[in-house]
Nanobody, 117 residues
Framework: VQLQASGGGLVQAGGSLRLSCAAS????????MAWYRQVPGKQRDLVAS????????YYASTVKGRTTISRDDAKNTMSLQMNGLKPEDTAVYFC???????????WGRGTQVTVSS
């Protein structure tokens, strides 16, 4: 699949953003999906993930309780609702897809999230 992330922007601390990831190609439902984020000079970190089929969600401790990941297999989309944003959430956010059988991964181009204090 090919992925396209959107929804980033500039927001004040305490605000909310909803990131979206649109997938093109077939078999979206057979991919585990995830959001990662990266700041310059640091590694790309997992923010949240959602599995194929059971839609089991995982959240990094840094965002747990403030963030909700979801997917719509009928629309080939995944979303990340982020509330209570903090300046430390500032990063480029990437969506990721990993096929449950082949383990092949796809990455979308990132979307910038900037949280001002």
């Amino acid at each position: 699949v090919q992925l396209q992330a959107s929804g980033g922007g500039l927001v004040q601390a305490g605000g909310s953003l909803r990131l979206s990831c649109a997938a093109s190609g077939s078999g979206f439902s057979l991919y585990d999906m995830a959001w990662y984020r990266q700041v310059p000079g640091k590694q790309r970190d997992l923010v949240a993930s959602i599995t194929s089929g059971t839609n089991t969600a995982y959240y990094a401790s840094t965002v747990k309780g403030r963030t909700t990941i979801s997917r719509d297999d009928a629309k080939n989309t995944m979303s990340l609702q982020m509330n209570g944003l903090k300046p430390e959430d500032t990063a480029v956010y990437f969506c990721n897809a990993r096929h449950i059988l082949t383990r092949r991964e796809s990455w979308g181009r990132g979307t910038q999230v900037t949280v001002s204090s």
